[in-house]
Structures are given as C-alpha cells and as structure tokens.
C-alpha cells in the first residue's frame, strides 16, 4: 500500500512559529501515527512541512488567515501507510502554540504491484516528456556536503533506492541507473535555492520547475520504468531529509504528453 495525504489548514489568528518547526510537528505527528521517528535507514513516512506563503523573518515565520496552506503525509511501506490513512486531524492540528483549522484532506491511494503492472508490465505508450515540480528544498548528499541541482542520475538513484527498499517488484540497481542517466535528458528548469531551517543550522536546496525529456529512441520498456520512478517520487520525495520536508516533488500531468 500507498498513500499520500493532503491536508489543506487555515489559520484563524496569525500564528508565529519557529522557522525550524519542522521537527517538532514531525515528533508530532509521528506520536499520533504511534510511528517512532528516525529509527529508519530508509524513511517510511515523508512530510512536506506546511506549506503556503507565509511572512519569514531572521528566526520565524508567520502563516495569516488569508491563506490556504498543505500539509502532506505519504507513506511509503504497509503500516506507515495505514497508520497514515487512518489518522483524524480534524478540526485542529495544534503544536508550539499555534493552531491550524483543517478544512479538507485529499488521499491518493495506490500499490507496488498496481504502479509496477499499470506503468510496466502492461507495456502502455511511453510516455516521454515529465515536467516535475519541487515544492519545498531539494538536495543530494555528496559525500560530506550536499549538491542543490537537478542532476538525472541522483533523481534517480534517489527514487530507485527507495523503491527497492519497499517494494515487492526489483528493478536494478547500478546499471539501470546508467542507462536512465543516458537515456533521460534534462531539457530544462526553472529553479532556485533556498535554504530548509534545521535545529542545528540549515541545508541549501533547489525548487522550482524540471522538465525531463525521453528520446523516441530510447527503448519503450526503459522508459516506461523512468515513468514508474518519476511517478513514484510524488510519494516518495526526492533526496535527503524527506522526512523532515525537503524534497517534496509533483507532476503536472496535464502538461505530461508524447511530444517533443
């Protein structure tokens, strides 16, 4: 089982929260869940933050009642999931002193087993151009820093790990990695950095927009499984710190077509 969660919150006060609240509404959360946080080395629970324009100063930032602001939960592996799809927030969600009314949830709700036979075995049309949408910070760890750009291999090597981590269906590792790193190309971006607050410090990530192209050469079955992993990453996140909002990632699947 699959599942993200989308919570939309308003505020009926403006409320002020620290600019790294992240984690102590992930604590929160996860208590709720009656998930322990940060046992994992594959994280089975994603989290976007709250997210929405809100004013930031050095330290805080406030969220105000004229805004509408998401939240969103996925869960990657059977209980995370389940525990996900059975969490009530409603009315309120409230932690360090502010208060969110929740006013709508939207579930997307799928399978291994259902993406893996939809998108691959049942060789549909490939589909060949993805614009991607990231919507909080987004990173890859180099070694002992990290790298804020959209480059193909580690966008996939970052779906792929947690796909094989979790699901039943295997598809490679090193060398399939090669050959998407060939086979898919960065057509263009629109993006820019900024800074995810951490209890200690912070992390510099890329948002914005992505856009992958896959050429009509490329073997159909290679690039039905690109689609399964670009698909995937709406519930996986992509990078590091997933569970803590960074790498929160979208498809604009009305501008997802065959051409080039």
Known sequence: MLIRSTWTLTVSEPALLPRAYHLELVKELHRRLELEVGTETVPSVTFSGIQGFC??????????PDEFYTLSLS????????????LNLSPSLEFLGAKFDIINREDEITSYEQLYTELVANEPEPIRRFDLKFT????????????ALPVVNLMFRSWLE?????????????????????????KHHKIQTRSHQLPR??????????????????????????????????????????????????????NTGNHQ
Do not use: C
């Open 162 to 186: 947690r796909w094989n981590h979790f699901a039943p269906v295997y598809l490679g590792s090193d060398e399939l990695i090669a050959y998407l790193n060939q086979a898919v190309l960065l």
């Open 201 to 254: 410090g912070y992390v510099n990530g890329f948002v914005g927009q992505v856009t992958l192209q896959i050429p009509y050469r490329t073997d159909s079955l290679l690039a039905n499984v690109a689609n399964l992993l670009i698909q995937y990453s709406q519930y996986s996140g992509t990078g590091i710190k997933t569970r803590l909002g960074m790498g929160q990632t979208n498809i604009n699947l009305d």
């Open 55 to 64: 004013q930031v100063s050095q330290d805080f930032q406030t969220f105000t």
């Open 136 to 147: 909080t910070p987004t990173a890859f760890a180099q070694g002992s820093t990290h790298l």
């Open 75 to 86: 869960g990657l592996q059977e209980n995370a999931a389940k525990a996900i799809a059975s």
